[in-house]
């Protein structure tokens, strides 16, 4: 019999999470793919669970666009909601935090903590707004590199992402191909394609015809450009969607009434549409319009074939195993573009597992609650035998 | 041997298309769905070909979206563009015009000559802009009905169309069960799903957030909602491709240059951004913004199976032949409704033949050159048959 007053028992200081920041490039400052410099560098991140005395038992949580490293956990007793990928972290779930040391931190270029338009340029004393670098994939995981050297791991368990996430996987692997013991790429591609970019495009191209967005340059009197800026999420969020879980979901349902009003003026007639509009409303609230504009830039220029002559050429280096997974709905990444990343990994030996789930939810699924076991079943796994092969294997070894 | 100089001699007056005119609810105005009324209604169409002498020939074309009655031909001996189904309907072509009387006008509610918001309103003297009617699909059906009625033809060898067209045509059938020989529904539905209405939705969202919109009554000083109307264009484009031809035309091709320019104010650095742009430029040329938001509405609230309990009871009453058109890449108008359509037509017993072609255009096939020749080797039996069957037939039971 269990005592039930303990799990009534309040929370403790020690059961919420804390934001932490460093300041990197304030020495040197870092050289961007664009030839720019950028520095110092302020890196917001979270940690969960606790590193091993050997240092080897970390993960990076790679964030997709508009993701941020409040990856788990609540940071206060009143937060509403907790961490974005809070059924997958933490003790006991897929990525456990009472074995493994989890690590995300929020991007460069984003506006959640970690330098970006918002914050202020040293030279000038007031936010960076459009004059913010252009930033890269590959701008981004260099920082995130730095933060992992910063905290002393010389090589991580594992790097984890979705979307934009999985590309930074894809990225890092290409780059510092000795620093991951593995690496997992969810709904993702080695590019993004033609109809991605136009996604992309049209997005940014709502923010750009907000009058409010006044070429970036909106951060002093307050008013940003929400219209444009909630429009672009709206039109990226029914790319997230399947045309399968939105007919499940909202068919042709009226959001009000059992009986259409014949009024143009009514835009959120069906529950489509209002749900749509719901999404931009909480989208602008926590979203920093330059930043759309960065990091989707970045997602359109990411091409690791391009960059590097091949997947093969640009994965060949690491002996990173990994795991790949599409999903069957997901029409942004189609299950193809996981395909061809996994082909050039076997093609030059590499160590690679690849499943395509089962899911009606399209590109989101790897965020939503009910698709994680699923999820679950192949990554617990999948970094216990990394765990077991790489790094008690590797220590062995090196005894 | 033949007469080279022959074909080189000068188009005479005859070759060319006339826009035709005429006005309707002149005496009675015309109650619509909503229950609002309007009158007189002027309907802009072209005809091509010759009515028989029985009245039996007659082919009526619906248009889509922003098509309007110019399906074929040229007005003019200076146009640039023939109609928008040149390569289909004339002299030996799919329709062709040299055995049938071929029709089209443009909808209720468009902005290519019939009454819509750009037309003048009796009661104030100025265009009606946002105060013309809600329209829907009925009422466009309505209008063209009421047209073929005014030139003497009591029935239509076929009604023929695709997207917003095909939902008129089977509209046509469910409302004039007697007045169509056969249908020919092409990349349609029997109502738009969720993400066509979200879609729809995001476009109608960057008109409105124009500035330029001034709640549709921008008419009077000469500045349009240019920006929300191309972005909505832009926006809806991408769905009328598939991702495999957007990828084989554009895939990550640069517009000027073979270097990437890290400039984020680079709108058009990609091909297929170039391309959307053009394509939202040139749409604003020629399409009214208040048309665009009525039109996208009827489509929207098309639904045959809401407004007649279910597809057989719709489409049971009519002894009309049916050919049921899908493309393999279509995805907003997937296969999965037309076999709906043509399920509900076997059940009921009707004459329904269905074809799914196999084309890597996506939605826009139907309207594609290269891929009529596949779509002609359907339709010209099709109508041949019906012809047989559905006329000759008629003709000789009732001699």
Redesign the interface.
């Known amino acids: 019999m269990t005592i039930e007053t303990a799990s009534a028992a309040p929370p403790k200081e020690s059961d919420f999470v804390q934001r932490q920041a460093v300041t990197l490039y304030d020495q040197h400052p870092l050289t961007l ?4 410099t950028i520095g110092p560098v302020t890196v917001t991140f979270q940690t969960y669970g606790d590193l091993s005395p050997n240092r080897d038992n970390a993960i990076f949580v790679c964030h997709a666009l508009t993701g941020d490293a409040h990856v788990a956990g609540r940071h206060h007793p009143d937060d509403r909601k907790s961490g974005w990928w809070d059924a997958f972290v933490g003790p006991g779930k897929a990525l456990d935090t009472n074995r493994y040391f989890v690590i995300c931190a929020n991007v460069l270029g984003g506006c959640q903590g970690t330098t970006g338009p918002t914050s202020i340029n040293p030279e000038t004393g007031v936010p960076w707004g ?1 004059d913010f670098p ?1 930033i ?1 994939v590959s701008d981004i995981v260099t920082v995130h590199k730095a933060l992992v050297d910063h905290l002393g791991i010389e090589r991580l368990l594992a790097a984890i992402g979705g979307s934009l996430g999985g590309m930074q996987v894809l990225e890092w692997a290409a780059r510092y191909p000795d620093s991951l013991a593995s690496a997992i790429v969810l709904a993702a591609g080695a ?5 991605g ?3 992309n ?2 997005g ?3 923010i ?4 409010a967005f006044k070429s970036g340059h909106y951060y002093g009197d307050g008013e940003a450009p929400r ?2 800026l909630a ?1 672009a999420r ?2 990226a969020h ?1 790319t997230y ?1 399947s ?1 399968q879980s ?2 499940l ?4 349902k009226l959001q009000h009434s059992d009986e ?1 009003t ?4 009514k ?1 959120t007639e ?1 529950q ?2 209002s749900y ?1 509009h719901y999404q931009g409303k909480q989208f602008v609230e926590r979203f920093d319009a330059n930043s759309y ?2 990091v989707t ?1 970045a997602m ?2 990411f ?1 690791l074939i ?1 960059s590097r002559g091949s997947i093969a050429s640009a994965l060949g280096k690491t002996d990173a195993r990994f795991l790949v997974v599409a999903y069957t709905t997901d ?1 942004l990444f ?1 299950t193809q573009q996981s395909r061809e990343i996994v082909r050039s990994l076997m093609e030059t030996g590499r160590d690679v597992s690849f499943a395509e789930l089962d899911s009606p939810y399209g590109h989101d699924a790897f965020l939503i609650d009910s698709e994680l076991p699923m999820l679950d079943r192949l990554v617990t796994p999948f970094l216990e035998t990394t765990y077991r092969s790489k790094v008690e294997g590797r220590r062995s070894n090196s005894s």
Chains 1, 2 share one sequence.
């Open positions: 793919a664009s030839g720019r459009p252009f890269t590019k993004l394609n033609a109809q970019i136009a996604f495009a049209v940014r191209r709502a750009y015809a907000d009058p219209f444009g429009l709206m039109i029914i969607l045309e939105i007919e979901k909202f068919g042709r259409l014949y009024d143009l003026a835009e069906f489509i549409e749509l504009l960065l830039r359109d220029y091409d391009e029409w189609p």
